[in-house]
């Protein structure tokens, strides 16, 4: 994500005032979802359509397939991350999210995953980080704000 365009959205997106965020939130993902070739795209909205249907193992195909074919393309790994979290598969997710973070680390969706594998696995503290950096991204979104609100209450020992 190196366009100006870009940049104005995430900084629009930041702004805690910010009214209409979910259009802003959409404009950046479909900006994110443009890999620069139609057949990388297809392949993203083939793995996307998959996980969508419940068939994990078809989307962590097609988006290998991705991955494989532009390694560059952050969506592409953070698409499979999120079909590895589904599988259960917590290592490849982690390391997918850690390459998308890589190629874009205002990626406010791989944090939040990355946020959400340290929670199910009893890190709590390292979550509660995770997803205040997601925060600082995108202010808005109400399961990140959750997952703080809850976080902080077990981190702070006045939640079970």
């Known amino acids: 994500m190196a366009d100006t365009d870009d940049t104005d959205l ?13 259009r802003v939130e959409r404009q950046i993902i479909a900006e994110w979802s443009k890999s620069g070739s139609p057949s990388m795209d297809m392949l993203l909205r083939r793995g ?14 097609h988006l290998t397939a991705l991955t494989d074919h532009a390694p560059e393309f952050a969506e592409g790994w ?15 997710a982690m390391a997918d999210l850690a390459r998308t973070l890589e190629l874009n680390p205002q990626h ?15 890190r709590d503290a390292e979550a ?13 979104q109400p399961a990140i704000r959750r997952a703080v609100e809850r976080l902080e209450g077990r981190v702070m020992g006045f939640d079970a």
Not at 10 to 22: H, I, S
Not at 128 to 140: C, G, M, N, S
């Open 78 to 92: 953070n698409a499979r991350a999120v079909a590895y979290f589904r599988a259960g598969r917590y290592g490849p």
């Open 48 to 61: 996307q359509a998959a996980l969508e249907a419940g068939q994990t193992e078809a989307a962590i195909e």
């Open 128 to 140: 509660l980080a995770v997803f205040r950096r997601a925060q600082a991204i995108h202010p808005h």
């Open 108 to 122: 406010f969706g791989a944090i939040a995953g990355l946020g959400a594998i340290l929670e199910e696995t009893g």
């Open 10 to 22: 995430l900084r629009k997106l930041a702004d805690p005032e910010l009214e209409r965020w979910q």
